[in-house]
C-alpha cells in the first residue's frame, strides 16, 4: 500500500496569513494526488484534484503543488472558514490511502 | 444536485452485522463508481472499497475483505454497505462517497452514519 504522511500535523495561523501543508507519498504517485477539508462534525470536501485543478466553486486562495512523491497545499490570505482539518489522498491505485491530517487551529 | 443520503446511526452488539444504506440523486446513478470510508472518533479517513455503480463489480481494501459485502440496487439508486463480525474497534462515521470522472477521486461525500459498536 502506498503510504501518504503530512506534516504538520497541526497548525496555528491567523486570519490574513499564508499556510503550507506537506504531503509526501512512499513511491512516486505521479499528480494522482487530492486534498480534502473537514470541519467539525461534516463530511469532507474535495479541494484540488490531480495535485493542482481546483474542484468547482472552491475559492482560489487554495492551491497545490507537486509531482511524484511530494506535494503541497497552499492557502492564501486565511479566513475564518479555512480553519478545518486538512487530508491528503493518493488515487494513483487502489487501496486509496489517505494523509493522517493536518489541524489548522485559530492562533 | 449531487445528493447521498445515508442510513441513520446504528448501535450494535459485538459480532453483529451493520447494513447501511446511501440512496443516490442527481445524477445517473449507473455511470458512477461509489466508495466506502469510515472515520473512527476523532482519527483519519480510512478506505474501505469502492463499487461500480453499474455492473456492481468490488474491489474491496485488505483489512476488510471476508467482512465487508458492498451492493448496489440499480431500481432505487442505493448502494448498501455491510460490515460483519463487528467489534468495539469498529465504532467508526462511515461515509458513502461518489467517485468523480477519475474513479478513485472522491467528489461527493454523504453525510456520514454513526456506528456504535458496544456491548
Known amino acids: 500500500d502506498i503510504q501518504m504522511t503530512q506534516s504538520p500535523t497541526s497548525l496555528s495561523a491567523s486570519v490574513g496569513d499564508r499556510v503550507t501543508i506537506a504531503c509526501r507519498a512512499s513511491?512516486?504517485?505521479?499528480?494522482?494526488l487530492n486534498w480534502y477539508q473537514q470541519k467539525p462534525g461534516k463530511a469532507p470536501k474535495l479541494l484540488i484534484f490531480?495535485?493542482?485543478t481546483l474542484q468547482t466553486g472552491v475559492p482560489s486562495r487554495f492551491s497545490g503543488s507537486g509531482s511524484g512523491t511530494d506535494f503541497t497545499l497552499t492557502i492564501s490570505n486565511l479566513q475564518p472558514e479555512d480553519f478545518a482539518t486538512y487530508y491528503c489522498?493518493?488515487?494513483?491505485?487502489?487501496?486509496?490511502?489517505f494523509g493522517q491530517g493536518t489541524r489548522l487551529e485559530i492562533k | 444536485q449531487v445528493q447521498l443520503v445515508q442510513s441513520g446511526a446504528e448501535g450494535k452488539k459485538p459480532g453483529a452485522s451493520v447494513k447501511v444504506s446511501c440512496k443516490a440523486s442527481?445524477?445517473?446513478?449507473?455511470?458512477?463508481?461509489m466508495h466506502w470510508v469510515r472515520q473512527a472518533p476523532g482519527q483519519g479517513l480510512e478506505w474501505m472499497g469502492i463499487?461500480?455503480?453499474?455492473?456492481?463489480?468490488?474491489i474491496y481494501a485488505q483489512k476488510f475483505q471476508g467482512r465487508v459485502t458492498m451492493t448496489r440496487d440499480t431500481s432505487t439508486s442505493t448502494v448498501y454497505m455491510e460490515l460483519s463480525s463487528l467489534r468495539s474497534e469498529d465504532t467508526a462515521t462511515y461515509y458513502c462517497?461518489?467517485?468523480?470522472?477519475?474513479?478513485?477521486?472522491?467528489?461527493?461525500w454523504g453525510q456520514g452514519t454513526l456506528v456504535t459498536v458496544s456491548s
Open positions: 462517497a461518489r467517485a468523480g470522472q477519475q474513479w478513485l477521486v472522491v467528489e461527493y
Open positions: 442527481g445524477y445517473s446513478f449507473s455511470g458512477y463508481y
Open positions: 463499487i461500480n455503480s453499474g455492473s456492481g463489480s468490488t
Open positions: 513511491q512516486s504517485i505521479s499528480n494522482y
Open positions: 490531480a495535485a493542482s
Open positions: 489522498q493518493q488515487s494513483y491505485g487502489t487501496p486509496i490511502t
